[in-house]
C-alpha cells in the first residue's frame, strides 16, 4: 500500500496490525482519484472508518487542505498517526479516536467537502452511516460523499438530502457517489 500521487508520492504506508482492516487496494485507490481529478485541490475531506488512512492520506498528498480521520480501533488509530509522519503530512490532519456514529451526531464544525466511507463489511454499517449523514450538515453544499462497500451489500436507501449519483465496481469493491439532492436538481447555489 503506498501513496500513488502528490507531494507523498512513493511513500509506503504501514498496515494495521491483524486482520480487522481491509485497506483499499492501489488500482481502486487511483481509480477513485482519476474520478475525483483535480477538484480535491483545497477540499476537507472526512475519512470514516479509517482504517489506515489511506485515502485521507492520498487526499492530503494530493492537494486536499485538511482531513479528519475517524476512526475507534487504537491500533488503527496509531498506524493513521504514523503514516501521517510516514508522508510528512500530520500537520494537515486530524485523528479522532470515536465512534463514527458519536461523531456523525455532534455538530459539524466546519462542513466536509468529500467523506469518504469504508465501514467493516456485512453488518449494514453503510446504509447506518448514510442515513445518519442525510441527517446532518457534515457535507458541504456541493459536496460529495464516497461509500466502499461489496457490491453485495448495496440496496437503495430512502435517503431526503443525498442521492446516489455514480457507481462503479473494482472487482470485490464497490464505490457508491453521493451528492446533495438539492445541488443535483439544480437547487440553490
Keep these: 500500500m503506498r501513496v500513488i500521487a502528490g507531494s507523498a508520492k512513493g511513500r509506503?504506508?504501514?498496515?494495521?496490525?491483524?486482520?480487522?482492516t481491509r485497506p483499499i487496494t492501489d488500482r481502486v485507490k487511483k481509480a477513485l482519484f482519476d474520478i475525483l481529478g483535480p477538484s480535491i485541490a483545497r477540499t476537507r475531506v472526512l475519512d470514516l472508518f479509517a482504517g489506515t488512512g489511506s485515502v485521507g492520506i492520498e487526499a492530503l498528498s494530493r492537494g486536499?487542505?485538511?482531513?479528519?480521520?475517524?476512526?475507534?480501533?487504537?491500533?488503527?488509530i496509531r498506524t493513521i498517526e504514523e503514516n501521517l509522519a510516514i508522508t510528512g503530512l500530520a500537520g494537515k490532519a486530524r485523528v479522532v479516536q470515536e465512534d463514527v456514529f458519536h461523531f456523525l451526531a455532534r455538530q459539524a464544525e466546519q462542513p466536509f467537502d468529500i467523506v469518504y466511507i469504508a465501514p467493516p463489511?456485512?453488518?449494514?454499517?453503510?446504509?447506518r452511516t448514510l442515513q445518519a449523514l442525510d441527517e446532518t450538515a457534515h457535507l458541504a453544499r456541493g459536496g460529495v460523499v464516497i461509500m466502499q462497500i461489496f457490491p453485495k451489500e448495496y440496496a437503495p436507501l430512502d435517503l431526503t438530502r443525498l442521492k446516489l449519483v455514480d457507481q462503479r465496481?473494482?472487482?470485490?469493491?464497490?464505490?457508491?457517489?453521493?451528492?446533495?439532492a438539492a445541488v443535483e436538481g439544480g437547487g440553490e447555489d
Design 121 to 127: 463489511q456485512f453488518q449494514g454499517l453503510w446504509a
Design 64 to 76: 486536499a487542505a485538511y482531513a479528519t480521520f475517524v476512526e475507534r480501533e487504537r491500533r488503527a
Design 12 to 20: 509506503i504506508l504501514k498496515s494495521v496490525p491483524g486482520s480487522g
Design 169 to 180: 465496481r473494482y472487482g470485490s469493491t464497490l464505490l457508491c457517489f453521493y451528492q446533495s
